[in-house]
T-cell receptor, first 110, second 113 residues
């Protein structure tokens, strides 16, 4: 079941520009949302999260936006850096269950 | 280093065999999650344990089973292995049962030949 969807398998941006990664979910019971970053041959690492009672959370260059009515969240990275090149997974949690999207591969070109 | 330890890091085995993957959660974490990532696939949730009890089940095959022990480490048992079971298996842990950030280990890479 695809309760969490990342419809863009890949994204390429120029260094210094904004990267916007999108995620949609179907289960209205999800109340906690997260973004993870994954480099090859490593485990996913936590990046940023947001509770359903908020619509924005910012941490340095990373901002997550949540639109509950649209069941949509996005991750903005600005400015993008070559070291940000990785696969980004969004995740949504409800009670004991955490589901992940299929991931978006971000490439930041120098 | 997330604090979540998985062993073995790499494993090659034949079809029909059985393997056990082990996970030690971060110190103080009571929840353990297992995920499967096949080639070019996302993270598929398999199962979650909280303080020794099964709490949530995802797309886990009947040939697979897991448990969490009193010391909170967990094992994922994969039996009657098929070629399609080749994947990266991740363990993750969190403090609470829900609504928490989970932290991943580096994964166990299983190759079935």
């Amino acid at each position: 079941d695809q309760q969490v969807k990342q419809n863009s398998p890949s994204l390429s941006v120029q260094e210094g520009r904004i990267s916007i990664l999108n995620c949609d979910y179907t289960n209205s019971m999800f109340d906690y949302f997260l973004w993870y970053k994954k480099y090859p041959a490593e485990g996913p690492t936590f990046l940023i999260s947001i509770s359903s009672i908020k619509d924005k959370n910012e941490d340095g260059r990373f901002t997550v936006f949540l639109n509950k009515s649209a069941k949509h969240l996005s991750l903005h990275i600005v400015p993008s850096q070559p070291g940000d090149s990785a696969v980004y997974f969004c995740a949504a949690s409800a009670r004991s269950d955490m589901r992940f999207g299929a991931g978006t591969r971000l490439t930041v070109k120098p | 280093d997330s604090g979540v330890t998985q062993t073995p890091k790499h494993l090659i085995t034949a079809t029909g065999q059985r393997v056990t993957l082990r996970c030690s959660p971060r110190s103080g974490d009571l929840s353990v999650y297992w995920y499967q990532q096949s080639l070019d696939q996302g993270l598929q949730f398999l199962i979650q344990y909280y303080n020794g009890e099964e709490r949530a089940k995802g797309n886990i095959l009947e040939r697979f089973s897991a448990q969490q022990f009193p010391d909170l480490h967990s094992e994922l048992n994969l039996s009657s292995l098929e070629l399609g079971d080749s994947a990266l298996y991740f363990c993750a842990s969190s403090q609470a049962n829900s609504g928490n950030t989970i932290y991943f280990g580096e994964g166990s890479w299983l190759t079935v030949v």
